[in-house]
């Protein structure tokens, strides 16, 4: 059986709904009018132990709600999850000690105490073993790179250093899985990719199961190997990133620089999508026109300086995607 | 359990960082102090009647009164307001641990450090410079310091049982102005419970708030006999019982509610 059993998940929100202005407020006092919500819509997944799945969606598709779920806070109205063979919110307390969160929004450090503070508090709070608690943040340590941060108090560390912090705090009771809602957040270039490294790392040698949510493409073309795309509370697409590039945007990208600015350029095979001087970007499918072919042609065509392909990036897709649901 | 004896310590050691709080509130509480000592001098001179207490009584249990004032369950704690109005107490569920009992344990810290960085200065000063008294005698001693655990377990509950209401009126500060003025009457914290006319008194002599105040300052005074402490101590321990039950019932329906209707 898989570590992680979604099943047609439906989860509703009723939002209490006030009209505007002194009447409204009043006439809300009075009778309460309810707006039905719907978050997730019936969603279903399976996620195999050691999985590096990337969850993506735009604001408000249901990202938050299913891993809300799936890690115990919220109960769905119907459907079904198993995690490691249990539900969440029947055997919380179970469930909670064989999984690490880490939100990018809020830090589970405690705030006012120095950062080996909260980890001695997090190693009573989850009864890890003495000598297991050892080896472990002694790993943790060297690997993200920590010992000049334990003494000092979480307030005064910057977003990059409490972001290391907090995967550190995430870890320590060994969890199998780990969830990560938008951890790259807020983070500088360099922050991200110490992240990206430890995650993979992990991930490869632990064999920790990771779900992460993210609005960064970057983080989801360099970690993970299987993508799943929810809007508007159902799964779009599950997949790998190659296939949800195959099935959305096949098209690859011819871009020429040619020697001549604004010099005629034409193809049967390809459209030209826009130029900008010297550079002529055209647009062409690779599965009825061979690359190969195509740049012979241009290039016996036309007199020109360099020539590159390329696939359209991620956040393209994405957005295609999204404007596709939303149709 | 070791867990949250480590939630303790830990919200106890990050309270004692506030120093400055500690100051002000310490010589407020001073100043506060001379104030009730003299509008009760002023009283008991302009009354020729017969006084439940002596003059002598009422400067001790003043200062007892300003010394451990933080331990009464006046206030909401700040931070636990902010998770729930932010709707990030969801997020406490991700702890493997008893929620009723993780809040508990802030109420213990959030009671206790101020109470210490206070009480201790205080009751110094009040005993060499302003005319506080020491226990009526050995015994007294002793029951007033078994009833202030008594004291600190009905504190801390009713604290976590007004601490959980929050989840229901989001600005939290109904039930808590509500809780403070029933605190500071029925506790016996403005007016000694002995002075209050017959009726009111067999009121509040059944509510668990005297448990807080009348009962170990009294204790103290030796104004109830020693002999009578395991009644008091009974009283103190079953008011505790009937408010964690109640904090526990509200706290699951909230968490009930929470969980259904979403973070």
Same mark, same amino acid.
């Given at each position: 059986?898989?570590?992680?059993?979604?099943?047609?998940?439906?989860?509703?929100?009723?939002?209490?709904?006030?009209?505007?202005?002194?009447?409204?407020?009043?006439?809300?006092?009075?009778?309460?009018?309810? #707006?039905?919500?719907?978050?997730?819509?019936?969603?279903?997944?399976?996620?195999?132990?050691?999985?590096?799945?990337?969850?993506?969606?735009?604001?408000?598709?249901?990202?938050?709600?299913?891993?809300?779920?799936?890690?115990?806070?919220?109960?769905?109205?119907?459907?079904?999850?198993? @995690?490691?063979?249990?539900?969440?919110?029947?055997?919380?307390?179970?469930?909670?000690?064989?999984?690490?969160?880490?939100?990018?929004?809020?830090?589970?450090?405690?705030?006012?105490?120095?950062?080996?503070?909260?980890?001695?508090?997090?190693?009573?709070?989850?009864?890890?073993?003495?000598?297991?608690? #050892?080896?472990?943040?002694?790993?943790?340590?060297?690997?993200?790179?920590?010992?000049?941060?334990?003494?000092?108090?979480?307030?005064?560390?910057?977003?990059?250093?409490?972001?290391?912090?907090?995967?550190?705090?995430?870890?320590?009771?060994?969890?199998?899985?780990?969830?990560?809602?938008?951890?790259? @957040?807020?983070?500088?270039?360099? *922050?991200?990719?110490?992240?990206?490294?430890?995650?993979?790392?992990?991930?490869?040698?632990?064999?920790?199961?990771?779900?992460?949510?993210?609005?960064?493409?970057?983080?989801?073309?360099?970690?993970?190997?299987?993508?799943?795309?929810?809007?508007?509370?159902?799964?779009?697409?599950?997949?790998?990133?190659?296939?949800?590039?195959? *099935?959305?945007?096949?098209?690859?990208?011819? @871009?020429?620089?040619?020697?001549?600015?604004?010099?005629?350029?034409?193809?049967?095979?390809?459209?030209?999508?826009? #130029?900008?001087?010297?550079?002529?970007?055209?647009?062409?499918?690779?599965?009825?026109?061979?690359?190969?072919?195509?740049?012979?042609?241009?290039?016996?065509?036309?007199?020109?300086?360099?020539?590159?392909?390329?696939?359209?990036?991620?956040?393209?897709?994405?957005?295609?995607?999204?404007?596709?649901?939303?149709? | 359990?070791?867990?949250?004896?480590?939630?303790?310590?830990?919200?106890?050691?990050?309270?004692?960082?506030?120093?400055?709080?500690?100051?002000? $509130?310490?010589?407020?509480?001073?100043?506060?102090?001379?104030?009730?000592?003299?509008?009760?001098?002023?009283?008991?001179?302009?009354?020729?009647?017969?006084?439940?207490?002596?003059?002598?009584?009422?400067?001790?249990?003043?200062?007892?009164?300003? !010394?451990?004032?933080?331990?009464?369950?006046?206030?909401?704690?700040?931070?636990?307001?902010?998770?729930?109005?932010?709707?990030?107490?969801?997020?406490?569920?991700?702890?493997?641990?008893?929620?009723?009992?993780?809040?508990?344990?802030?109420?213990?810290?959030?009671?206790? !450090?101020?109470?210490?960085?206070?009480?201790?200065?205080?009751?110094?000063?009040?005993?060499?410079?302003?005319?506080?008294?020491?226990?009526?005698?050995?015994?007294? $001693?002793?029951?007033?310091?078994?009833?202030?655990?008594?004291?600190?377990?009905?504190?801390?509950?009713?604290?976590?049982?007004?601490?959980?209401?929050?989840?229901?009126?989001?600005?939290?500060?109904?039930?808590?102005?509500?809780?403070?003025?029933?605190?500071?009457?029925?506790?016996?914290?403005?007016?000694?419970?002995?002075?209050?006319?017959?009726?009111?008194?067999?009121?509040?002599?059944?509510?668990?708030?005297?448990?807080?105040?009348?009962?170990?300052?009294?204790?103290?005074?030796?104004?109830?006999?020693?002999?009578?402490?395991?009644?008091?101590?009974?009283?103190?321990?079953?008011?505790?019982?009937?408010?964690?039950?109640?904090?526990?019932?509200?706290?699951?329906?909230?968490?009930?509610?929470?969980?259904?209707?979403?973070?």
């Amino acid at each position: 059986m898989s570590q992680i059993v979604v099943e047609d998940l439906v989860k509703t929100f009723r939002i209490a709904e006030r009209s505007p202005g002194i009447w409204g407020a009043l006439r809300g006092v009075a009778r309460r009018r309810y #707006r039905t919500v719907s978050a997730l819509d019936g969603v279903s997944f399976e996620i195999e132990p050691g999985e590096l799945v990337g969850y993506i969606g735009p604001n408000g598709a249901g990202k938050s709600t299913t891993v809300k779920v799936i890690s115990g806070i919220l109960v769905p109205d119907s459907g079904r999850c198993e @995690i490691l063979g249990r539900v969440p919110w029947r055997e919380r307390i179970a469930h909670v000690r064989s999984i690490g969160v880490v939100f990018g929004q809020r830090t589970q450090l405690w705030w006012d105490l120095p950062v080996i503070e909260s980890f001695e508090l997090l190693r009573e709070i989850y009864s890890v073993p003495p000598g297991e608690y #050892r080896r472990t943040l002694d790993e943790l340590v060297s690997v993200l790179d920590l010992e000049a941060l334990l003494d000092v108090p979480v307030r005064q560390l910057s977003l990059g250093q409490r972001m290391r912090c907090d995967l550190a705090a995430a870890l320590l009771h060994r969890p199998s899985i780990l969830f990560l809602d938008e951890p790259t @957040i807020g983070l500088d270039a360099v *922050s991200k990719l110490v992240f990206r490294d430890f995650i993979k790392g992990f991930n490869r040698e632990r064999g920790v199961t990771v779900i992460l949510t993210t609005h960064d493409m970057d983080d989801i073309e360099a970690l993970c190997t299987r993508v799943m795309v929810i809007g508007e509370g159902r799964i779009l697409s599950d997949g790998t990133l190659e296939g949800l590039r195959e *099935s959305i945007a096949p098209e690859r990208r011819l @871009i020429v620089d040619l020697e001549e600015p604004d010099a005629p350029v034409a193809d049967a095979e390809a459209t030209v999508m826009r #130029r900008e001087g010297h550079r002529v970007h055209l647009s062409f499918d690779p599965r009825r026109t061979p690359p190969a072919d195509l740049i012979a042609r241009i290039a016996s065509n036309h007199p020109v300086r360099d020539l590159f392909v390329e696939s359209p990036p991620i956040e393209e897709i994405i957005a295609r995607m999204y404007d596709e649901q939303r149709r | 359990m070791r867990a949250y004896g480590a939630v303790l310590s830990a919200n106890f050691r990050t309270l004692l960082q506030y120093r400055a709080a500690a100051i002000a $509130g310490f010589t407020t509480q001073i100043f506060w102090g001379f104030i009730r000592v003299m509008i009760f001098e002023a009283f008991f001179r302009s009354s020729t009647a017969a006084q439940p207490m002596t003059v002598d009584e009422m400067v001790t249990y003043i200062w007892l009164g300003q !010394a451990f004032i933080m331990l009464l369950p006046w206030n909401v704690d700040r931070e636990l307001h902010n998770l729930i109005r932010s709707g990030q107490v969801g997020y406490e569920l991700l702890r493997p641990v008893d929620l009723y009992n993780l809040w508990l344990s802030r109420a213990l810290a959030f009671r206790t !450090a101020p109470t210490l960085l206070r009480a201790v200065p205080l009751l110094t000063l009040a005993l060499l410079f302003f005319g506080m008294g020491l226990p009526e005698s050995p015994e007294a $001693g002793l029951a007033f310091a078994l009833s202030m655990v008594g004291a600190l377990l009905i504190s801390c509950s009713f604290t976590t049982l007004v601490n959980v209401t929050m989840m229901w009126t989001i600005s939290g500060q109904g039930a808590a102005n509500m809780a403070g003025i029933a605190v500071t009457i029925f506790t016996g914290m403005v007016v000694p419970i002995p002075f209050f006319p017959e009726w009111a008194q067999t009121v509040m002599e059944v509510l668990p708030f005297r448990g807080i105040v009348d009962t170990p300052y009294r204790l103290y005074l030796g104004h109830i006999p020693a002999s009578e402490t395991l009644f008091h101590l009974g009283h103190q321990l079953a008011w505790t019982v009937v408010l964690v039950l109640a904090g526990r019932w509200v706290l699951s329906r909230g968490l009930r509610r929470l969980v259904v209707q979403g973070g």
